[in-house]
């Protein structure tokens, strides 16, 4: 029970646009954007927590679901930063968008990793893994778009071309829901059956 109730956790991040969206026709009153990260990202964290320690004691590649929480810790660290609004770092603040885009494109990726630490359990993982693979494709190649696009600036701009903010609404409003969709269902799926 614990392990599903970890990996439905784990999901909240990736319904980060959605709570932004609801945020901005005021549902979720006073957060901002900012707050938002922070705290789906805490509670994300925290469900990888505890995933780790379950599935370590019964998987053979729980290894893999490490780089998940990582980026999720990093991602806490990252957004704390910016909300906190302290002169901690000020020189740096700039930094705080490419490396946010940075952790969240790879979330998908590092999702992937946690669906196939779960290959072992005799459900089909195909179509997790399928979705997965897509969303990592997808965020990987806008990550590699972001990269160049910033490569190529100075460093103190904050304004991305079209193509790299239409790419970023298609992961944010459609990949990352449908990958945290992808982990609830794996939870509900297994209720009724045993889960390592």
């Known amino acids: 029970m614990r392990t599903k109730i970890a990996i439905a956790l784990m999901s909240v991040i990736f319904m980060l646009a959605v709570a932004i969206i609801s945020n901005m026709f005021y549902l979720l009153p006073g957060s901002n954007e900012s707050v938002l990260v922070e705290l789906m990202s805490t509670i994300s964290f925290f469900g990888s927590l505890i995933f780790l320690s379950d599935a370590r004691k019964v998987l053979p590649r729980w290894y893999l679901a490490v780089p998940f929480c990582i980026s999720l810790f990093l991602l806490v660290i990252v957004s704390f930063w910016e909300v906190s609004g302290e002169e901690l770092l000020s020189d740096y603040r700039y930094l705080v968008t490419p490396i946010m885009i940075t952790l969240l494109a790879l979330l998908s990726p ?18 997790y893994l399928a979705v997965s693979s897509v969303a990592s494709i997808i965020s990987v190649f806008s990550l590699f778009f972001a990269v160049w696009e910033i490569s190529l600036r100075h460093s103190h701009e904050v304004s991305f071309s079209d193509g790299l903010i239409a790419i970023y609404l298609l992961y944010w409003l459609v990949v990352m829901p449908i990958t945290g969709l992808s ?8 209720r009724n059956t045993k889960i390592p």
Do not use: E
């Open 110 to 127: 590092f999702s992937l990793l946690v669906f196939l630490s779960l290959h072992r359990h005799p459900d089909s993982m195909k179509a």
């Open 183 to 190: 982990f609830i269902h794996y939870a509900l799926k297994q």
